[in-house]
């Protein structure tokens, strides 16, 4: 066979390092873990990158579908977790960083009827590989129902309320949390949480629920804040929360990050 030119090889003369170099928005299967029924099979859009030498012109594209493949049709938890490793091996580097995002599905009963619906949750999984430390972190996001304090003190009927997306990230000591717990911490610190199935006697319930619990934006986020901080398993987390404003052409957003004592 023809030797071809491999021009990736070839020495960058411009003496500038590349942070991250790779592929992205590459869907793959994956198997996850979960409560009631052991796991559930999803799909990954995953991103896979790694650090470039100054003196080096371009990676390997090809290396990281390759790499990725030699799992199998299907990964696991314990699959992602090696992959920065043999990033570093194969492409020559120093530092690797892969996500893995996908959609992640509760079976939710209404809370008065109990009829039963999927919810679906986007989570991530996000490796940072040297190859003296790895760097763990599991995002959720969750949808949530929030409404206003101040809307119901001052309105003689009824308060406005909104949907909000709480994105919520966590690094855990050596047991892992579920994902499910994360998902459940974030629910109770809003005013309701959401429900793909709702009866009337359940929809009843649930505006009844958010009116009883008033939450601001800074509200939330501190619920988040105050649960994680009690929670021994979790070493470092940050939330934010944006509130589709139902009365504003614009989003109300807090954030907090912090060690976990």
Known sequence: MQELTDTQNERDTRNIAID????KNLR????????????????ATASLAVDLPKEYKGTHM?????????HGPVLDVHSISAIPAELLERLDAQRAHIEFRFPFFLNKPAPVTGKEGLLDYEVSFEVDHTRDNTDFKVTVFVPVTTLCPCSKAISARGAHNQRGIVTYSVRFRDEPVWIEDLIQLVEKSASCELYSLLKRPDEKHVTEQAYDNPVFVEDLVRNVAGASDAHDAITWYK???ENFESIHNHNAYAVIEKHSS
């Open 28 to 43: 793959y299967p994956i198997l996850i873990r979960d409560k009631a029924n052991s796991e559930q099979s999803t799909v």
């Open 239 to 241: 939330v934010e929360a």
């Open 20 to 23: 991250r170099v790779g592929v």
């Open 62 to 70: 090809s290396r990281f579908v390759e790499v990725l493949n030699a």
